[in-house]
């Protein structure tokens, strides 16, 4: 019994000892993951085709994810958490749905149907995809499960609702419509009701984002001069604020992972690049230099 109580002591030790290095161990493991570089999802002609790019935000580690020649693959959005990306195809005869990971992994398709399947947008808890479903002159906004089931109507209008976009705690979705005339924005709640009117002007409004904190909803518009220039704007559509001047085409705003940028396509130098500015305007950077086309989906 003595030698029994003897060895204690040093068992408690050991497991002290695997405690702190467990601790230690998870600590690092979560500096990784908070540091790692968060990925952009774009599409380029620079094959010949458009496929399927990603690099980190400050674009670095650019890289090509689909190879499919004479096929069109766009429209891509990544996760919040940056581990997913969904996007449209030409691959199967007609624009469909699919879903792969950030590596270009595990490809899925979640669409199969004869009409217009395109903008597709993951909510931030990854359980739904907003998309545009339906005839090419008039679509409107569908959602559907990750996997692609349980597939429902948004809106119906005889008019095109284009491009949604999720908040970040899954209640609304931003999409914009011409059915007042012109492109405008709009939001509705995430199973379709209560829809409002964001932006009301001659002027054309699109692409709409919302922040990660739901602070802010970034668009494109012409409203101040003869280009598409970024704006963002409150969530009820007042205070807009202008990002860029320029006499070029600047569009399709998406957010950083943390808020505080919003990157963008212009053809400012010739051809379409992609760009990034913080939201106030400042610390314009642009991040790719090729001599084709690259995109951001709208």
Request: aromatic share 12%.
């Amino acid at each position: 019994m003595k030698e029994f109580q003897e060895k204690l002591p040093a068992k408690k030790h050991n497991i002290t000892l695997y405690l702190i290095l467990f601790s230690i161990l998870l600590v690092v493991a979560l500096i990784v993951v908070l540091t790692r570089p968060k990925k952009i999802a774009y599409e380029s002609f620079l094959d010949g085709n458009f496929e399927i790019y990603v690099m980190d935000e400050d674009g670095k580690n650019q890289k090509r994810l689909t190879f499919n020649n004479y096929v069109d693959d766009k429209d891509a959005k990544i996760s919040h958490d940056g581990k997913w990306i969904v996007f449209t195809s030409t691959r199967d005869g007609n624009y469909e749905i699919y879903r792969m990971t950030v590596n270009g992994t595990q490809l899925t398709r979640l669409t199969d149907s004869l009409t217009y399947d395109v903008n597709p947008a993951l909510s931030y808890d990854n359980h739904q995809v907003a998309f545009v479903h339906g005839d090419e002159d008039s679509p409107n906004i569908y959602v559907m499960n990750f996997d692609g089931t349980n597939m429902q109507q948004l809106t119906d209008n005889p008019y095109k609702d284009l491009y949604p976009s999720w908040a970040s705690d899954g209640s609304e979705i931003t999409f914009c419509s011409d059915r007042d005339g012109n492109c405008e924005i709009y939001k509705m709640n995430n199973d379709g009701s209560d829809e409002v009117n964001l932006t009301n002007s001659l002027a054309f409004e699109g692409s709409p984002s919302y922040s990660p904190t739901m602070e802010y909803i970034a668009f494109n518009s012409d409203r101040d001069g003869v280009g598409l220039d970024i704006y963002i704007m409150s969530p009820d559509g007042s205070q807009p604020s202008r990002l860029t001047d320029d006499p070029a085409t600047d569009s399709n705003p998406h957010w950083s992972s943390n808020g505080k940028i919003i990157f963008f396509q212009s053809d400012r130098d010739g051809d379409f690049e992609i760009y990034r500015i913080n939201i106030d305007g400042t610390g314009l950077i642009q991040l790719t230099f090729n001599e084709i086309d690259d995109f951001l989906s709208p």
